[in-house]
């Protein structure tokens, strides 16, 4: 996954919705403390904000320092560059050590991961017991996002243009996660082959929505390769379903979580 959102990293952060801060409540619930959390794959950080607000110290971590460099910035909140290079060892000592993290957090991001070596670090951070890992995803731009009768069919004809370009390790979000590892012991909140689904409501502009789409990995893919998909007639075409550039538009988004800890 190097790289794979340098290229549109202001865009992204801009353009990301913000996620609801009471799945951190229920995910801070199910923790046996609240003293560190781990957001990985954090990107510019929409996540660890809203961990943050449960936890005393949230460190966000991912490869790209680009993204880095547009992290929202918050007191509790420590941005960590981890470029591949690292090793296991030096991944655990920078997030905190072995047996010290309460909540590992993965927003929109495991399936770029190698999960192997993930899940391993996961087991060595966690505390065990009362430590949480979970992963979600869907609340921007993979599975259906329900505006209106009108707008949903051309948004689901603009999605099928991008499949092509997408990374093959995507599959798994048009899965829902159902075909995704998890081997971790289930906390009540989804389980390996049995996510739980969630209709995520988010308040969003036109030109929100459209941010969205160009910071997907598969525009800029198709970009790279020469090919515009979201050219003026398709930006017309999603604008007339919207009902018009000013309006501003309740969407449900279709996500899915797996939550667990670590087996005993």
């Known amino acids: 996954m190097a790289g794979l959102f340098d290229k549109q990293a202001e865009i992204y952060s801009d353009s990301r919705p913000t996620y609801p801060s009471e799945w951190f409540s229920k995910l801070a619930a199910l923790t046996s403390q609240h003293s560190l959390a781990w957001d990985a794959g954090t990107g510019s950080g929409q996540a660890a904000l809203a961990v943050a607000e449960y936890f005393e110290q949230v460190i966000g971590t991912d490869i790209s320092e680009a993204q880095l460099k547009h992290a929202r910035q918050h007191p509790r909140v420590k941005y960590i560059h981890t470029p591949l290079s690292l090793s296991d060892d030096e991944l655990v000592s920078l997030i905190g050590g ?3 993290v309460d909540l590992v957090n993965v927003a929109e991001a495991v399936h770029w991961f190698e999960l192997p070596k993930f899940y391993s670090i996961v087991t060595r951070v966690l505390r065990k017991p ?3 890992i979970a992963i979600w995803a869907g609340i921007w731009g993979y599975n259906e996002m329900e505006v209106s009768p009108t707008f949903d069919p051309v948004m689901k004809r603009f999605r099928e243009t991008t499949l092509p370009f997408y990374d093959p390790k995507a ?9 995704l590892p998890f081997p971790f012991e289930s906390v009540g909140l989804g389980s390996e082959g049995e996510p739980l689904q969630l209709d995520i409501q988010i308040v969003m502009s036109f030109e929100g929505m459209v941010r969205g789409l160009r910071s997907s990995s598969a525009v800029t893919k198709a970009k790279d390769q020469g090919v515009d998909l979201l050219p003026e007639e398709v930006i017309k075409e999603l604008e007339s379903a919207w009902g018009g ?5 309740t969407v449900t988004c279709k996500a899915f979580m797996l939550a667990g800890k670590v087996k005993v």
């Open 245 to 249: 550039p000013n309006v501003i538009k």
């Open 98 to 100: 072995e047996n010290s």
């Open 171 to 179: 599959q798994c979000l048009f899965d829902g996660y159902r075909t």
């Open 130 to 132: 009362g430590g949480v």
